[in-house]
């Protein structure tokens, strides 16, 4: 049965370095979370203490009431941001060998090989060493140690990092395959077109705090709303009078504004046709990656 994975106030020091600060949230069951945040934000601290490779000074990392012990470990898929394949071993004896670290049978473990490099179109080149191949094709082999064992929850550090497109839409499906199955997954990016269209929910981490929590569309629409007016005739500052409004500019008859939350729309298209026609009239929500700046700059 499916677990959640479950962050419980984790904290970590190294020396007058915060690197988290009572860190909690949590990946439910067939949920992929996408963990975004800058460069030492504490991203692959924390999915370090999740696996054990590191130890918390305080705070708990459970799969569901049980907390990860090496028993726990052994059921996790993990694929490290630093990439840890032995460059001079075979590919398919590499595979089967962290298999049975996992405890599969020689037997399964074979088969789980031959599946996953199938499925990661990597077949032909078991017999390979994995310093031979493409850049790409040494992350589907990452993956495939990643799914091996048939983990119940994934942890991915910069799972995307450096793959083509084609390789992109290969991991996105196998992280949604894995997902469907009730399995937990939870990966970093810095591509967070990529997280926005993936992810059930997505967390943004800033110097070892969670800042935000939520589905993309929750993150959203806690914002600002910005409002693209097309109007050519429309003076320069004709909404700066209406309140919970800010003119970000104009140009060209094209005015942007921001919004805030309690704005009614309809009072700026009534302003703005008082000056004549209007040619263009659209909200834009923030993206995720709008967020993401708001969230780092604060």
Same mark, same amino acid.
């Given at each position: 049965? @499916? ?7 984790? /904290? ?23 963990f975004?945040?800058? !460069?030492?934000?504490?991203k ?14 305080s ?33 398919g ?11 599969? /049978? ?9 599946? =996953? +490099? ?7 080149? $078991? ?6 191949? /493409?850049?790409? !094709? ?26 083509? @497109? ?16 009730? $399995?937990?997954?939870?990966? /970093? ?5 990529? $997280?926005?269209?993936?992810?059930? &929910? ?17 993150l &959203? ?10 109007a ?5 500052? =004709?909404?700066?009078h209406?309140?919970?409004? +800010? ?29 004549? @026609? ?7 929500? @923030? +993206? ?6 708001? $969230?780092?700059?604060?």
């Amino acid at each position: 049965m @499916p677990h959640t994975l479950t962050i419980d106030g984790i /904290s970590k020091r190294y020396g007058e370095t915060v690197a988290l600060d009572d860190l909690s949230f949590e990946v439910r069951p067939g949920e992929i979370f996408g963990f975004v945040g800058s !460069n030492g934000a504490g991203k692959t601290t924390t999915m370090r203490i999740a696996l054990g490779v590191l130890s918390a000074d305080s705070g708990e990392v459970r799969l569901g009431d049980k907390p990860v012990d090496l028993d726990v470990r052994r059921t996790i898929g993990y694929m490290p941001e630093e990439r840890g394949l032995y460059p001079k071993m075979k590919v398919g004896k590499q595979l089967a060998y962290l298999a049975e670290l996992h405890g599969m /049978s020689r037997s399964a473990a074979r088969e789980a090989v031959m599946r =996953w +490099t199938d499925r990661l179109s990597i077949s032909g080149r $078991v017999g390979d060493t994995v310093d031979a191949l /493409s850049l790409g !094709n040494q992350q589907r082999v990452q993956l495939a140690a990643a799914l091996v064992h048939d983990p119940a929850v994934l942890v991915l550090d910069e799972p995307f990092s450096g793959l083509d @497109p084609v390789a992109v839409d290969v991991m996105s499906e196998v992280l949604v395959e894995k997902a469907h199955t009730g $399995v937990p997954v939870i990966f /970093s990016s810095h591509q967070l077109e990529l $997280v926005q269209r993936l992810c059930h &929910r997505v967390g943004i981490i800033s110097h070892g705090r969670m800042r935000a929590v939520g589905t993309v569309d929750e993150l &959203r629409g806690g914002g600002d709303v910005r409002l693209e007016v097309h109007a050519p005739e429309a003076p320069v500052g =004709w909404a700066h009078h209406l309140e919970g409004v +800010t003119t970000m500019s104009h140009i060209d008859g094209r005015t942007l504004l921001v919004l805030s939350p309690q704005v009614d729309d309809q009072l700026i298209l009534h302003t703005a046709l008082k000056t004549g @026609p209007v040619h263009e009239f659209s909200l834009h929500r @923030p +993206t995720l990656a709008d967020l993401f700046r708001e $969230v780092v700059a604060a």
